[in-house]
């Protein structure tokens, strides 16, 4: 199906939208060149959505927005924004009146008509895809990166060969309700996440599994051996199984044996390069690449895999540096949003760190966070709502050093750089997400890069 005809078939139907964040936006365009009957829903009050409120009206989009944005759909076919849950009282009243839901991914999935790569996990797809894509690249593949990350896409699947690749970032939100499996999948890890607006652990990890088991299963998917619960989703991942590991050899995929990456099929393995060459630090960064040569090994060549891990300086907001100023190196880690991530990103460095850390509370335990920073961290310094969480954590683990907790961001990264030496590293990895103070990561690491670059 091509996109035209995927749009054609909207016509005389009513079309909802649900969000108009980034995503969604070029899908609206579409929509409504299309002259299909629209109604855009968002939780934002008219007056915070900017131009776009005239541009929708004088087009004969019909706006419902505010609090109960959710309430009263009528609809044969909605399109849900990602971070809206399916769930949702007023969705799943829409749903059981007949309406059918599905996403711009989900549409994107119809209409592409290249190979479709796609990462998810709890940590590490953000680099992970981004490796991939970079690997792609190198190799001579022309690629199209988006999902959760890059630009929506579903605009451009016109403009797709056979020949190109789309190498897609997802969450457990998309997943929710895919009905289609990429070609090729790699899942980084599962770990507590999101479970403030997931139902349960379990519908966090039945969201990750469906990235491979709807028809017809990916060609490969990559799985993290030393992950519990990704060793235990091949049983459902189809024949195409490939395993990474830091720990342990195995016979198809990706492993670290004497310090060096090694990839393997059918039990013949091939040494690729060692780990000390990837320019990015980090053993979790080892593991991201170990997953993405898993993935492509026998479809790339090896000189373009090596290529990228030698050269690629890595994705901003994820342990970049920022500065270093009388000695003390600055690092920006805002993409740890979860106590998983903050627990990589202290156990890329040598020594210990000073660790700025907090922010909204997702309703994920911080216990084996304390025994990081009980082990990694020479000073802490906490920020945000879940600030006394954190604290109590540390402190339960043992841990004796300083801790200083700052109501305003700015004066916790201030406090944070009074407390360092020459030789010290700052890293802000908060462990939380952003919300209780700032739109997304990116707007976080950013103020933090620019308070630290205005030290003086």
Known sequence: MTLSQYIDGLRGKRVTVLGLGVSNRPLVRLLLEAGVDLTVRDAAAPDKLGDIVDDLLNAGCKLVTGEDYLMDIEADVIFRSPGIMPHEPGIARAVENGAILTSEMEAFFEVCHCKIIAVTGSDGKTTTTTVISEILKADGRRVHVGGNIGTPLLDKAGEMSPEDAAVLELSSFQLMTMKKSPDMALVTNVAPNHLDKHKSMEEYVEAKRNIFRNPPQPSVVALNADNEITRGFARSAGEGVRFFSRRDIVENGAFLEGGKLWCSLGGKAEEIMPADKIFIPGDH???????????????????????VAETFRGVEHRIELVRELRGVRFYNDSIASSPSRTRAGLRSFKQKVILIAGGKDKGVPFDTLGEDIKEHVKALVLTGLTADKIEKAALDAGYTGPIIKRDDFKDAVLAAAGEAKEGDVVILSPACTSFDRFKNFAERGNLFKEIVNGLE
């Open 285 to 307: 960064n080892v593991e991201n690449y170990l997953g993405a040569f898993a993935l492509l090994y026998g479809s790339v060549k090896t000189a373009s895999m090596v290529k």
